[in-house]
Antibody
Framework: QVQLVESGGGVVQPGRSLRLSCAASGFTFSTFGMHWLRQAPGKGLEWVAV????????YYADSVKGRFTISRDDSKNTVYLQMNSLRAEDTAVYYC??????????????WGRGTLVSVSS | QSVLTQPPSASETPGQRVTISCSGSSSNIGSNTVNWYQHLPGTAPKLLIYSNDQRPSGVPDRFSGSKSGTSASLAISGLRSEDEGDYYC???????????FGGGTKLTVL
């Protein structure tokens, strides 16, 4: 079955860290760029980060640059999002998604159901 | 505030046609292609339309997309109750150097 399953969300205090995982199945994971996106309560979707299919490039939204790190382990068909120095405004449902298209026309053709991250003291 | 502007809600009766608009600027919709996503309650978001008007395999032809200038539209014909959910437009933004989204439109099938 072609799917993405996120895990690792939870409640965390401001300033602390959390690592999200996204397990892929049903497709050749190593041939796709992978993305993280998020949706804060009552807000729209926001793109967070991307890692190239071969891990050679990583890009981040300005809102998370320097605090979040995306990585992948093709042996485990898993993409990760290491989130450090978390802030209240990072509270959101985090989705991983499979990327298609070229660099200025990314679109996301497979999504997970998301994992909730709540940053609160 | 989202970079792309969508109406917060839309509604129509079963069998009818509804159109959802998405307004942007020259740095996003005006110079790049538009994609649309459907997010039904309790499910993962789903790609509906890519590259302005292309449907992925498995998406019914009841769904269609178009773009003109700095605006885009998603049309859904033959509305069904299972179409109820949130719909988002997205496009690359040259100034922000990343994909941007609309705030979403909640579709109600009356």
């Amino acid at each position: 079955q072609v799917q993405l399953v996120e895990s690792g969300g939870g409640v965390v205090q401001p300033g602390r860290s959390l690592r999200l995982s996204c397990a892929a199945s049903g497709f050749t994971f190593s041939t796709f760029g992978m993305h993280w996106l998020r949706q804060a309560p009552g807000k729209g979707l926001e793109w967070v980060a991307v890692i190239w299919y071969d891990g050679s490039n990583k890009y981040y939204a300005d809102s998370v640059k320097g605090r979040f790190t995306i990585s992948r382990d093709d042996s485990k068909n898993t993409v990760y999002l290491q989130m450090n120095s978390l802030r209240a405004e990072d509270t959101a449902v985090y989705y991983c998604a499979r990327g298609r298209g070229d660099h200025t026309n990314w679109y996301f053709d497979l999504w997970g159901r998301g994992t909730l991250v709540s940053v609160s003291s | 505030q989202s970079v792309l502007t969508q109406p917060p809600s839309a509604s129509e009766t079963p069998g009818q046609r509804v159109t959802i608009s998405c307004s942007g600027s020259s740095s996003n919709i005006g110079s790049n292609t538009v994609n649309w996503y459907q997010h039904l309650p309790g499910t993962a978001p789903k790609l509906l339309i890519y590259s302005n008007d292309q449907r992925p395999s498995g998406v019914p032809d009841r769904f269609s997309g178009s773009k003109s200038g700095t605006s885009a539209s998603l049309a859904i014909s033959g509305l069904r109750s299972e179409d109820e959910g949130d719909y988002y437009c997205a496009a690359w933004d040259d100034g922000l150097n990343g994909p941007v989204f609309g705030g979403g439109t909640k579709l109600t099938v009356l």
